[in-house]
């Protein structure tokens, strides 16, 4: 009950596509819910966030769209550029001791 | 403008050493994590810190020891290494509450 299921594990998407990865939990507990990118070498850095009281966030070409009876939330990167190419980590806040449970994470590679 | 900054970037040992990785934060930050990334896996927490001088154990406490004397320093320890803990350790600090953890760039451990 306290997994974050996310998939897919790999994507590859052209230049100027949409990269759309899925994650999906069962604790209806969670509080929040954030998406982390990593470059290879580097630690995960917050890329974006959500409630789930909203539906959707939006902050530039980065989206999380939030389905709270299907207990499903996904990021939607729009215009892909080579520069999107990372590891995408979703998160999920438990709100009794504020820890975050991750998805497995999904490694992006945007093609030229 | 250093945020988290961790020593060693890189350690071979072999099994039954002993070592310390070390972990610094500049910004004032209350909590203080231990993470280890293992490919497929996500990141998995170890121990995490609320406070100077308490600890508590994480997803994956065993073979791991942790110490928070100051507020800016948190170390992990490992007794006796084992080849099951060569994986890449993550360092991350937040402010209470807030799912906005802040990580350093990795310590890479091979146990042969």
């Known amino acids: 009950q306290q997994q974050v299921k996310q998939s897919p594990q790999s994507l590859i998407v052209q230049k100027g596509g949409i990269s759309i990865i899925n994650c999906a939990y069962e604790n209806t507990a969670f509080d929040y819910f954030p998406w982390y990118q990593q470059f290879p070498g580097k630690g995960p850095a917050l890329l974006i966030a959500?409630?789930?009281d909203v539906s959707e966030k939006k902050e530039g070409r980065f989206t999380i769209s939030f389905n709270k009876s299907a207990k499903q939330f996904s990021l939607h990167i729009m215009d892909s550029q080579p520069g999107d190419s990372a590891t995408y980590f979703c998160?999920?806040?438990?709100?009794?001791?504020?820890?975050?449970?991750w998805g497995a994470g999904t490694k992006l590679i945007i093609k030229p | 403008n250093a945020g988290v900054t961790q020593t060693p970037k890189f350690r071979v040992l072999k099994t039954g050493q002993s070592m310390t990785l070390l972990c610094a934060q500049d910004?004032?930050?209350?909590?203080m994590y231990w993470y280890r990334q293992d490919p497929g896996m996500g990141l998995r927490l170890i121990h995490y810190?609320?406070?100077?001088?308490?600890?508590a154990k994480g997803e994956v406490p065993d073979g791991y020891n942790v110490s928070r004397l100051k507020k800016q320093n948190f170390l992990l320890g490992l007794e006796s290494a084992a080849p099951s803990q060569t994986s890449v350790y993550f360092c991350?600090?937040?402010?209470?509450?807030?799912?906005?953890?802040?990580f350093g760039e990795g310590s890479r451990l091979t146990v042969l």
């Open positions: 910004m004032n930050h209350e909590y």
């Open positions: 810190s609320v406070g100077e001088g308490t600890t």
């Open positions: 998160a999920a806040r438990t709100g009794s001791n504020y820890q975050l449970i």
């Open positions: 959500i409630r789930p």
């Open positions: 991350a600090s937040s402010r209470p509450g807030l799912a906005e953890l802040f």
